[in-house]
């Protein structure tokens, strides 16, 4: 079974904080990706990634920024946290399969509340 | 902008109902569907792949139109084991998935 493990489930941030939000999988899967959730906006993506420090931003990219120095690690930064950050973060990984895209495995997500 | 719609939501049935799902995209470039089930609290996890010649898994049933560009998922004999927000995906390539915003299902007894 593919295990997306998120490092942190619950975390509490203050304005202005940096904070890191990591991702480790264990398929060797080529793609990850982070989005946020919240309710009635569904999930937004917000980095991935497809190779080893490659990174490409999604549909909303402002004030995260993503790393990968290895292929089953995919960090999500936020370098100084706001309240408008205060979401559900959830990790995914599939594997690359050009047009058809693979199944999604997703983390058990990282709910961030920022004060 | 790619865009996928689902219906509003929430869906209350009762025990043993049938219910149906909708789902419309935009990119007709989409090549690959899907429906997701996530419960209260926690992560997406893939229900169903939804294929053109339609696909059936036990009381679920997928359909896919490509002309319409419609997506549908029938839950027959409704047990309350399947309340959960149903999430329509569309995709274009390896990592262009688009996700709608959910449809909550609750099955009452």
């Given amino acids: 079974d593919v295990k997306v493990t998120q ?8 304005t202005g ?8 999988q264990d398929m060797d899967h080529e793609n990850m990706f982070w989005y946020r ?7 937004r993506l917000i980095y991935f990634s497809y190779d080893v420090k ?4 999604g549909d909303i990219p402002e004030g995260y920024s993503v790393s990968r120095e290895k292929k089953e690690r ?30 999604l495995f997703f983390g058990e997500g990282s709910r961030l509340t920022v004060l | 902008r790619k865009e996928v719609e689902q219906d509003p939501g929430p869906f209350n049935v009762p025990e043993g109902a049938t219910v149906a799902f909708n789902c419309t995209y935009s990119n007709s470039a989409s090549q690959s569907f899907f429906w997701y ?11 169903m792949s939804v294929y053109s010649s339609g696909n059936e898994d036990g009381r679920f049933t997928a359909q896919l139109n490509r002309a319409s560009q419609y997506i549908s998922l029938l ?3 409704s047990k309350l084991s399947d309340s959960a927000t149903y999430l329509c995906v569309v ?3 390896s990592y262009q998935l688009t996700f709608g915003k959910g449809t909550k299902l609750s099955v009452i007894p």
Avoid at chain 1, 37 to 43: A, I, S, V
Avoid at chain 2, 37 to 47: F, I, S, T
């Fill in chain 2, 37 to 47: 089930r996530q419960d209260c609290r926690k992560e997406p996890k893939l229900l």
């Fill in chain 1, 7 to 14: 490092s942190s489930r619950y975390l509490v941030k203050r």
């Fill in chain 1, 54 to 57: 490659m990174k490409e931003k």
């Fill in chain 1, 37 to 43: 959730q919240d309710p009635g906006l569904g999930l």
């Fill in chain 2, 91 to 93: 995709s274009a390539g």
């Fill in chain 1, 74 to 103: 995919f960090s999500l930064i936020l370098e100084s946290a706001s309240t408008n950050q205060t979401s559900m973060y959830l990790c995914a990984t599939n594997r690359d399969r050009g047009d058809w895209a693979g199944e």
């Fill in chain 2, 75 to 77: 839950i027959r004999d």
């Fill in chain 1, 17 to 24: 904080e940096k904070v890191f939000l990591e991702c480790v």
